[in-house]
T-cell receptor, first 112, second 115 residues
């Protein structure tokens, strides 16, 4: 079945370490997105990519980086510059965005 | 820039009763509107979407939503709630150019279903 796979489901890291969250899709979607979810805050856009080798900053890109070397993959790196990295991270993909997103099941990152 | 307001943080409904979740949006042009549902610790699932045409749209799981341009609203309804509907619900508005769109989400409404 087609879908989006995020791994790992839970991730623990020490403060000051960079960490990379994986997102893979086999839906043949052009666009991919990373959102951060905090309790009571809804979803906030970190980065998005409409095509391979191109991506744009979202509303809260500081302290994060991404790459889009393959259509299927859009990994997110949470760097040590991100002041409050503990959150639930959601990856999504779509054909154009206007058709709506398909979401992965998320990665819960805890930094201690 | 577009924005979405979901005025109710929590709503409690008795099983079998009707449900309406409120959503107000701000966007200068014709919006693309969505409702998603999220179970704890999971991703979001699309319930329904509105692009144009009939202002009453039907979705999955017996949900429907009505687009009212004059009120900038896109409220979600269900005539009879089941215990399995307990979850968090997000309204979203899409905006973009060149045929692509990013979605802006509201902060969500947590639905609790009482027996």
């Amino acid at each position: 079945d087609g879908g989006i796979t995020q791994s790992p489901k839970y991730l623990f890291r020490k403060e000051g370490q960079n960490v990379t969250l994986s997102c893979e899709q086999n839906l043949n979607h052009d666009a991919m997105y990373w959102y951060r979810q905090d309790p009571g805050q809804g979803l906030r856009l970190i980065y998005y990519s409409q095509i391979v080798n191109d991506f744009q900053k979202g509303d809260i890109a500081e302290g994060y980086s991404v790459s889009r070397e393959k259509k299927e993959s859009f990994p997110l790196t949470v760097t040590s510059a991100q002041k409050n990295p503990t959150a639930f991270y959601l990856c999504a993909s779509s054909i154009t965005g206007m058709d709506g997103y398909t979401f992965g099941s998320g990665t819960r990152l805890t930094v201690v | 820039a577009q924005s979405v307001t979901q005025p109710d943080i929590h709503i409690t409904v008795s099983e079998g009763a009707s449900l309406e979740l409120r959503c107000n949006y701000s966007y200068g042009a014709t919006p693309y509107l969505f409702w998603y549902v999220q179970s704890p610790g999971q991703g979001l699932q699309l319930l329904l979407k509105y692009f144009s045409g009939d202002t009453l749209v039907q979705g999955i799981k017996g949900f429907e939503a009505e687009f009212k341009r004059s009120q900038s609203s896109f409220n979600l309804r269900k005539p009879s709630v089941h215990w399995s509907d307990a979850a968090e619900y997000f309204c979203a508005v899409g905006a973009g150019n060149s045929g692509y769109s990013t979605l802006t989400f509201g902060k969500g409404t947590m639905l609790l279903v009482s027996p």
